[in-house]
């Protein structure tokens, strides 16, 4: 069972904007804290942004300001709206539980280049 599905990436130039998408099964969208991931070139993965039933966010530091977390409830989507993205934004964004995380999708893949 697909549990979390990922869309949205692609190339853009520094400066630009892009929006992921994750649609989340229905039996853990309702009852956990969700977050976006992601994983550099040859780094870990790390969580960057999050989201609860109440709407309450927070981000890291790197994309405070830049990214804004939110979600459809109607759709069990959570969404990424990615702005001023920078060259070392590039990863591989994934979506999950907050914490103590689920088997992971797919990812989609975020490319910033000139």
């Known amino acids: 069972q697909v549990q979390f599905e990922e869309s949205g990436g692609g190339l853009v130039q520094p400066g630009g904007s892009l929006r992921l998408s994750c649609v989340v099964s229905?039996?853990?969208?309702?009852?956990?804290?969700l977050a976006w991931y992601r994983q550099r070139p040859g780094g870990q993965r790390e969580w960057i942004a999050a989201?609860?039933?109440?709407?309450?966010?927070k981000y890291v530091a790197s994309v405070l300001g830049r990214f804004t977390i939110s979600q459809d409830n109607t759709k069990s989507t959570v969404y990424l709206q990615m702005k001023r993205l920078k060259p070392e934004d590039t990863a591989v964004y994934f979506c999950?539980?907050?914490?103590?995380?689920?088997?992971w999708g797919q990812g989609t893949q975020v490319t910033v280049s000139s």
């Open positions: 229905r039996s853990i969208y309702s009852v956990y804290t």
């Open positions: 999950n539980k907050f914490a103590s995380v689920l088997g």
């Open positions: 989201i609860n039933g109440s709407g309450d966010t």
